[in-house]
């Protein structure tokens, strides 16, 4: 979708809710409906006008990033510029109910009596679960530069290295590579830490016999990337074998059920299920995967209890697991493409159980 035509569909949206006005301050929802990159900024969108209110650091930066806009000048507070935006009131106003905090809502309640304040859910998180070509591009460029580098990874990861240590140097080889910045924090865990799904990397060092879950993705113009793989110190012992077979045919149970029309919960219970038949379903106690774009997680949501309905254009990523306190951990986690007959996996990479 153009620019424009992502104005038209909020639009759309506010005939449905029979609102004057919708309010965007996420900074995802932000840079997907007006290209604005800036740390700080607010969006007014109205039936027929489209207002950014930025601060003085961004007054330029808007110009040249999001030049349909109007520019309000704010010190950051909604109820600043309501009044200019809106004009004489009432007015309905929506706005992003997961994202205005309690704080700014009591605020623009005492600054602009006259507007009635709207709660809206996922009005443009929906929109952005569908990626258009530009945006698969980015994606796919993400995908592809955690590709790139995958072969490095096993010269980071020897004997006695620290898990802190070997992180930061993929950082290094990602940002060296490309990407713009870490989407989130490396998650490298060995051995009884790979039992913490979302383990930082600490100062523990590898050691033979280690399991190790090592989580990483790249940034590309904005969208992100997002990849799992699991890998053993030295020879993997049966267990290992073991675990990591079950989570891989979760993963492959899970891939091929990736069609248009297909519902999130069903793509979640086919990983469950190998998992539970497996006698291990007390251990995958997380959902199976996530929409992936400007925010690492997004719409749609691939867990049990999601309502959301896969279609052509997402990308969510597939990423069952299986957890042991004391033992540790086995994750496989790759990013798909929902395409018109199926689903196109972006991060092609073996996902045999990598022995270092
Ligand atoms: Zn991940
Ligand atoms: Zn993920």
Same mark, same amino acid.
Do not use: I, N
């Given at each position: 979708m153009s620019a424009g035509e992502r104005l038209a569909a909020v639009r759309g949206k506010l005939g449905e809710l029979s609102l004057d006005a919708f309010l965007v301050l996420g900074a995802e929802n932000r840079r997907y409906l007006s290209g604005f990159t800036g740390s700080a900024g607010g969006l007014i969108i109205t039936p027929d006008r489209a207002f950014l209110a930025t601060d003085y650091r961004y007054l330029e930066q808007v110009q040249t990033e999001a030049p349909g806009f109007t520019v309000l000048k704010w010190k950051n507070r909604p109820g600043e510029v309501l009044a200019q935006a809106l004009g004489p009131g009432p007015h309905r106003l929506g706005f992003e109910k997961e994202i205005l905090t309690c704080g700014e809502f009591e605020r623009i309640k005492a600054a602009a009596a006259e507007v009635e304040l709207v709660p809206v859910e996922g009005l443009v998180e929906n929109l952005r679960a569908v990626k258009d070509a530009d945006e698969l591009g980015a994606i796919r460029e993400a995908a592809a530069l955690v590709v790139s580098v995958w072969e490095r990874v096993p010269a980071l990861?020897?004997?006695?290295?620290g898990e802190a240590e070997a992180a930061l140097d993929l950082e290094f080889e990602l940002r060296r590579a490309g990407?713009?910045?870490?989407?989130f924090q490396i998650i490298l865990a060995s051995g009884?830490?790979?039992?913490?799904?979302h383990a930082r990397p600490g100062g523990r060092r590898l050691a033979r016999g280690d399991v190790v879950i090592l989580d990483v993705g790249a940034v590309r113009r904005g969208y992100a990337s997002d990849f799992t793989r699991t890998l053993v110190v030295g020879p993997a012992e049966s267990r290992h074998r073991e675990l990591h077979q079950i989570v891989v045919q979760a993963r492959d149970a899970a891939v091929a059920k990736v *069609?248009? +029309?297909?519902?999130a919960a069903e793509v979640d219970r086919a990983a469950r299920e190998v998992i539970a038949a497996a006698?291990?379903?007390? *251990?995958? +106690?997380?959902?199976l995967g996530h929409g992936v774009g400007?925010?690492?997680?997004?719409?749609?949501r691939l867990t049990a209890e999601s309502a959301d309905v896969l279609a052509a254009g997402m990308v969510v990523t597939i990423e069952p697991g299986l957890y042991i306190p004391g033992w540790g951990g086995v994750r496989v986690e790759d990013m798909v493409l929902v395409t018109p007959d199926g689903c196109e996996v972006l991060?092609?990479?073996?996902t045999d159980l990598v022995e270092l």
């Open positions: 990861l020897r004997e006695g290295r990407s713009e910045e870490a989407p009884p830490q790979a039992a913490l799904p *069609a248009p +029309g297909v519902k006698g291990y379903g007390e *251990a995958f +106690g997380h959902g400007l925010a690492v997680h997004e719409a749609p991060t092609p990479l073996p």
